[in-house]
Every structure is written in structure tokens, then in C-alpha cells.
């Protein structure tokens, strides 16, 4: 979720599923944040007498499934207050589910709980599956990451203002998952896992690093900091690129406003060491071999390249369409096997290391920061886009709960390790 690094397709982004009824990629009455509640109506639950409206009661035997119950009381119960919710998730599934939410017209008090049994009891297959087939026609017909609409995600995401970020984010500013083996808070797993990709590179103070989809230079900035090296940053972001440079005065760091494709193209420029952190899910799967190709020309022969990405159990697997149309416009999360195919012609596959369940307790604690930050940005935002952010960060906590989505560190050598490399304790 760090920085990514694109014709329009002819639908006009007309189906964006929700990381609930879409596997890729939280108190009864009102079910919102108490801080969230000031000066605004009180929604109550619709009567017992409605849940028997025949798409009520099919959504709720549907969701007995995964033992949530419609206007229940236990935390991950869904709480219904308009007719209308059933009819929209039945016909439209992940989008429904998470357009209606942001809407108001269901509340769940434990949401990231509520989307995790979805996904267990494999709900997302059996309803709304149209806009999963709309989505997957456009990745398959269409090169949704195009250099045309590669800057789209930039504007529309990591752009949304540096005081929000750090807001929510940790001192880092790290914006991808924590490590939390030997952590017990988020500035604590952020620092982890930095160090952890300092180490599995193996840097050593005089070696020029690459960080392709650098964010605000997170990375940059603690391996220049602890570990003596020079690096350049490719982000999409001009408010990334502008706050990063000025986090790292003083250091051997140096952002670039660059998609990865337009960068060292004819060869010119090496590094010892690469690594790209949270941005490989906006390259797309008609884009693996281009990202591979660079990274490869890029690095020396002797070098090693550590790849960060969040990933998707099954290649057919198409973007979640609410994720799409409301957080991140034109991402893919890669199958394990696409990156190792994309990868085989240019890297030796050294080691690959699955966190995928620190990622849960990572949005969570950005979630509890965003719920304590927000009064001072409710007035810039407004109310919608506190529920989608809300349903985004705890959704996304559900998927990785569930085990549906991944995160892995792959770490890749041109012409392999003489003696074999070795993952550092």
C-alpha cells in the first residue's frame, strides 16, 4: 500500500467486490465510533416485522452461513436500517455490500470480524458474481496500468494529504505491513520490518539502493540512517516525492517523480541492492515482465533484489470492485505463481517469506489511529468518506483474518547466491 509506481477502458469504471464479497483483492443501535456520533441522527434498526421481506430473509439465511445474524446482538451481527440494503448486496454483491455501508443503510459494531467470516464461509462466491465478471473482462481485455493511467491512483490515494497519513500512519510513515513477530505496537513493528529488509538485502554502508514505489521514503530513510547506503526513491506521488525530500534532509536520498517504466532505460544506472515495498500490486499482470525487465537491467550482477507485495491465493481471482472504485483505481494483487513466471526470465527466486497475518494487526492499529485523528479532519472529508475509509481499513483487516489475501518477501538474484543465501534470524 505504498506508492504504485493506463487508455480508459470502455465501460467507464462502470463495476468496481468489496474486500468482504469479493476475495482478491468495529454497539447494536448505531454502530458507529462514539466519536463518531456527535450532532448527527440517530439511525435505528428496521423492525423485526420487515426482516421478513423475502430479500431479508434471504440475505439473512445467507449470512446464517457464517453465523451473523441481521440485527443481532453480538458485535459481528449486521444491523440493517434501510429496506432496500438486501436487494442492492443480492444483485451486486462486494460493491453493494460496500457502496450501501458507506451509505448508511447497515452498521456492523465489528466489521473487520464481519467481513473475515464472510470470506470463510466463502459467501463472496455466491452473490453479485456479475460485477466479478465485468471486472475480470476489463483486466483481461484491457491494460488498466497503463503509462496513461498509471498517475491516477497517485491523485486519487497518496495524494489525500500528508497530514492524514501521518495522522494514521507510524513515525515511519510506513504505509505497508508491520512485522509483528517480537512487536507489540505499530511504530515497534514498522521499525521491524524496515530492519528486516535492511538485513535480508544485506546492506552495507557505501551501496546505492533502489526503491522502486517509494511512499514518503520510509525505507530510504532508515537504511541510509542505520546502514550507510545512497538511495533513489521512484514514486508517482508528488506530495510523497515533496514531503519525502524534505523528511530525509541531510541524507544521501533522492526522490524521482518517475513510473518504473520510464526509469534507466537504456541500462545506464546500477545498484547493488533493489527493493520495492507495497507497489508491485499496482503493476499489473500485463505489466510483471516490463517491472522484472527494469529491476533486472538496474541491478548489478552480484545484487539482490527484495520484492514486498501483498498477493491473492488464485490468479483467476479478479480486483475486488469496490477496492477498485473507492481506494485503489487499477490494482491487481498478484498469485504467487504470476510473479514467479514474470520473474524466471530475469531472477533466480531465493526466498519467499509469508506475513500475511501481521497485516491484520497492522490495520487494525491504523484503524484505531484514523478513529482517534478523525475530529480533526471530519470537516475536510465529511461523513462518507469516513465510512468508506472505516469499511476499507477494516474490510482489508477481514480478508487478511481470513487468510484470502497474502503478504509475502521475495528475495530474487540475477544468477543465484554462490553457496546459497541464507534468510537472516
Known amino acids: 500500500m505504498e506508492t504504485p509506481a493506463e487508455s480508459p477502458s470502455p465501460d467507464d469504471r462502470s463495476a468496481p467486490s468489496v474486500p468482504g464479497l469479493a476475495r482478491s483483492s468495529a454497539p447494536h443501535a448505531l454502530q458507529r465510533s462514539p466519536r463518531h456520533q456527535g450532532g448527527r441522527r440517530s439511525l435505528r434498526p428496521l423492525p423485526s416485522a420487515s426482516l421478513q421481506d423475502p430479500s431479508l430473509r434471504a440475505l439473512g439465511q445467507l449470512l446464517a452461513e457464517a453465523d451473523i445474524e441481521l440485527n443481532g446482538e453480538r458485535p459481528w451481527d449486521m444491523v440493517i436500517h434501510e429496506r432496500q440494503t438486501a436487494d442492492r448486496i443480492l444483485a451486486r454483491g462486494s460493491l453493494g ?43 483481461r481485455l484491457f491494460n488498466l496500468q497503463n503509462l496513461r493511467r498509471t498517475w491516477q491512483v497517485g491523485e486519487m490515494h497518496y495524494d489525500l494529504g500528508n497530514d492524514f497519513f501521518e495522522a494514521m500512519l507510524d513515525g515511519h510513515l510506513a504505509y505497508t505491513c508491520g512485522y509483528w513477530a517480537q512487536a507489540d505496537n505499530l511504530d515497534d513493528a514498522q521499525t521491524a520490518k524496515l530492519d ?11 551501496m546505492r539502493l533502489l526503491d522502486i514505489g517509494c511512499g514518503w521514503g520510509s525505507l530510504m530513510k532508515f537504511a541510509a540512517e542505520h546502514y550507510g547506503v545512497e538511495c533513489v526513491g521512484l514514486t508517482i506521488s508528488r506530495e510523497q516525492a515533496e514531503h519525502g525530500q524534505a523528511r530525509c534532509a541531510g541524507l544521501p536520498v533522492s526522490f524521482r517523480l518517475q513510473d518504473y517504466r520510464q526509469f534507466n532505460r537504456d541500462g545506464s544506472e546500477r545498484f547493488e541492492r533493489i527493493a520495492s515495498v507495497g507497489m508491485f500490486e499496482h503493476v499489473g499482470a500485463k505489466n510483471h515482465g516490463a517491472f522484472f525487465e527494469m529491476a533486472r537491467r538496474s541491478l548489478d550482477e552480484g545484487g539482490l533484489f527484495l520484492l514486498h507485495t501483498i498477493g491473492k491465493n488464485l490468479r483467476r481471482t479478479p480486483t475486488d470492485p469496490w477496492i477498485d472504485r473507492y481506494i485503489f483505481p487499477n490494482g491487481d494483487l498478484p ?14 527466486v531465493e526466498d519467499v517469506h509469508n506475513f500475511g497475518a501481521d497485516y491484520d494487526r497492522t490495520l487494525m492499529a491504523w484503524h484505531a489511529r484514523f478513529e482517534t485523528a478523525w475530529p480533526q479532519f471530519a470537516a475536510r472529508y465529511g461523513e462518507r468518506f469516513y465510512r468508506m475509509w472505516r469499511y476499507y481499513l477494516l474490510a482489508c483487516a477481514g480478508t487478511f483474518r481470513a487468510r484470502t489475501n497474502q503478504l509475502w518477501q521475495i528475495v530474487l538474484s540475477p544468477r543465484g547466491v554462490a553457496g546459497g543465501y541464507r534468510r537472516p534470524a
Do not use: N
Not at 443503510?105 to 460485477?131: H, M, N, P, Y
Not at 498469485?335 to 533466480?348: N, R, S, T, V
Open 97 to 139: 455490500l460496500g457502496e450501501s455501508y458507506m451509505e448508511g443503510w447497515w452498521d456492523c459494531a465489528q466489521l473487520d470480524e464481519f467481513i473475515a467470516r464472510i470470506l470463510t464461509a466463502r459467501l463472496d462466491e455466491k452473490v453479485g458474481t456479475s460485477a466479478l465478471v465485468v471486472q475480470g473482462l476489463r483486466a
Open 335 to 348: 498469485a504467487l505463481g504470476q510473479i514467479a513466471d514474470a520473474a524466471e526470465d530475469c531472477f533466480i
Open 196 to 206: 528486516l529488509i535492511c538485513r535480508k538485502l544485506g546492506l552495507e554502508p557505501g
